[in-house]
């Protein structure tokens, strides 16, 4: 980062971040994280969304600050691919985009989206991530700004680079949340290579679920353990921890609109606080998609600030476009495995994952095992957290 973030800043930052995760378990709260990303933005307003860049055509998008009517929206998607900015979003994706990177105030002012779309609806500026998916769609993230507001510059473009390794996982958490077999205990690929610890639990905080990073970070015992499958503080004599997901189950079942809670978990060891959110996952089954699940349960986001913000399967999947899954087999492969392990590491055949591993090369632009490796170690390390993850009270 090029430039220190405020504590006031981090406060912000961390409220919505929070807000994130509550809005990727319950589509009700993206209200609530796009009015917290105006404010951290200092923006008029925040959108989010989803592109097919083929068709043209917005398939999910969320709008705070502006009162856009359907006519709008129709001739925002219908003059996108017009857009003078759009080249250079789409071409640097996890990357912040400032709208004056690449664009002078004249090419924009001239385009037909500026003149029929933005100056009506009140857009001057903006700043944005692509979050790439797919080579045919893009999902996005932007905040916006009137002609009255200055121009987004460098100190946004570095609470967006903190911002975005969440806004990745949050919209993998929205897509692959639906499709967890909590009575088998089978996860996607997706959940088991993110750097924050995921873990599901009932209302007698029974463990349900957990990924491979909150697994590891239960087996530390400094601070939160699962002892005999059930969560608890460890050094919380009254258990916040425990209260917590039942207030929020409660939550649940009553039917009452609840945002999740944050707390931080003290360490034995000493170490920075443990931050925790803690959100209900479960509103409507059918909704949902859980229809498996007969009661509501708790999503516990745990994240760590020894630990660094991405994984290196999170790393491979940004770089290179991997999917998770690609990414989960390329990692094997990198720890030394041949085809044959790797794929029993990862649970597929070996004439699947020589299928996957030619994708894999096609998208690293390499032809063999070797050039894979090397390209993957020449990837930056993980960094660490830039910011303190204690929640805030």
Avoid at 41 to 52: L, M, R
Avoid at 271 to 298: I, Y
Avoid at 306 to 332: D, H, I, M, Y
């Amino acid at each position: 980062m090029s430039h220190i973030i405020s504590s006031e800043k981090t406060r912000q930052l961390l409220k919505t971040i929070d807000a994130l995760y509550a809005a990727a378990c319950n589509p009700e709260n993206w209200e609530g994280f796009l009015a917290a990303s105006s404010q951290l933005f200092e923006a008029q307003g925040t959108q989010i969304g989803h592109h097919d860049l083929v068709n043209h055509q917005l398939s999910f998008s969320r709008l705070h600050g502006y009162e856009w009517d359907e006519d709008h929206f129709r001739r925002y998607d219908k003059l996108m691919p017009e857009d003078p900015r759009l080249p250079h979003f789409t071409n640097n994706p996890f990357m912040p985009i400032h709208c004056r990177m690449s664009v002078t105030d004249e090419a924009l002012h001239a385009s037909r989206i500026y003149q029929e779309v933005l100056a009506p609806g009140g857009v001057e500026y903006s700043i944005g991530v692509n979050l790439r998916e797919e080579e045919q769609t893009m999902s996005y993230f932007l905040a916006l700004r009137n002609r009255h507001q200055s121009k987004f510059g460098d100190t946004e473009c570095d609470l967006m680079q903190e911002l975005i390794p969440h806004l990745s996982r949050a919209l993998w958490l929205k897509r692959d949340l639906t499709t967890i077999d909590f009575e088998r205990n089978i996860a996607s690929d997706t959940l088991d290579v993110m750097a924050i610890g995921l873990i599901v639990a009932d209302q007698s905080s029974n463990i349900r679920f957990a990924n491979r990073t909150a697994r590891e970070i239960l087996q530390e015992n400094d601070g939160i353990s699962g002892t005999h499958d059930k969560i608890h503080a460890s050094s919380d004599p009254g258990d916040n921890l425990k209260s917590c997901i039942s207030r929020v189950i409660y939550r649940a079942q009553i039917g009452a609109a609840c945002s999740g809670e944050a707390i931080a978990v003290n360490r034995p060891s000493g170490a920075e606080k443990l931050a925790v959110f803690v959100s209900s996952v479960l509103v409507d089954n059918l909704q949902s998609g859980w229809a498996r699940v007969a009661e509501p349960l708790a999503l516990l986001i745990l994240r760590d600030p020894r630990r660094p913000v991405e994984t290196q399967n999170e790393l491979l999947c940004r770089v290179f476009g991997l999917t998770p899954s690609q990414s989960r087999l390329a990692g094997f492969m990198v720890q030394g495995l041949s085809v044959r392990e790797a794929a029993s590491e990862a649970g597929i055949t070996e004439a699947s994952a020589r299928q996957y591993l030619k994708i894999v090369f096609q998208k690293m632009n390499v032809s063999r095992q070797s050039e894979m490796v090397l390209k993957t170690l020449e990837l930056p390390a993980p960094r660490k957290p830039a910011l303190s993850s204690t929640p805030r009270n």
